[in-house]
């Protein structure tokens, strides 16, 4: 699974994605975040590209976590290392959005442990020749939501 966050600096342009590809079929959430979507999920302005890459990782575990996958192992791929950094502990959140997207994607992460689901997280070069980033970058560009990942979701269950 790729997932990428999107913000053109200077502006309100906000959006994530997620991507995957599963027996040739592409799979893909893409999400613009408007101000009503930063008012309900409790951030504020101003917001960065690592707010929305970490937009992006609480989106993807929240659908493992209503998903019925029990005993699965995802292997989750971003290009900004501060996501791997931050969840392992290894670097301290010091914005108060990156704070808070950090504290739920713990307890996420220890909601799926619970489930016997196990999520790793790996560092990919940004703009690289990797389909799954490319395909993640492009999702956090759209300006249109759009879900085809929960059927990926669905079928693995």
Request: proline residues 2%; hydrophobic residues 35%; glycine residues 8%.
């Amino acid at each position: 699974m790729y997932t990428d966050g999107h913000h053109v600096k200077g502006t309100k342009e906000l959006g994530f994605g997620l991507y995957a590809k599963y027996q040739e079929q592409e799979y893909t959430l893409a999400q613009p975040v408007s101000e009503e979507w930063v008012r309900s999920h409790g951030l504020q302005y101003p917001l960065s590209n690592p707010t929305m890459e970490l937009a992006a990782v609480e989106c993807l575990l929240d659908l493992l976590d209503i998903s019925s996958l029990r005993n699965f192992s995802v292997t989750v791929y971003s290009d900004y290392e501060g996501v791997q950094k931050w969840l392992s502990g290894e670097w301290t959140a010091k914005a108060t959005n990156i704070k808070i997207l950090v504290k739920r994607c713990l307890n996420s992460l220890k909601e799926l442990q619970k489930k016997g689901v196990t999520v790793r997280f790996l560092w990919v070069k940004g703009h690289s020749e990797s389909e799954g980033n490319r395909g993640a970058d492009r999702a956090s560009k759209m300006q249109v939501e759009m879900d085809t990942l929960s059927l990926l979701f669905s079928l693995l269950s």
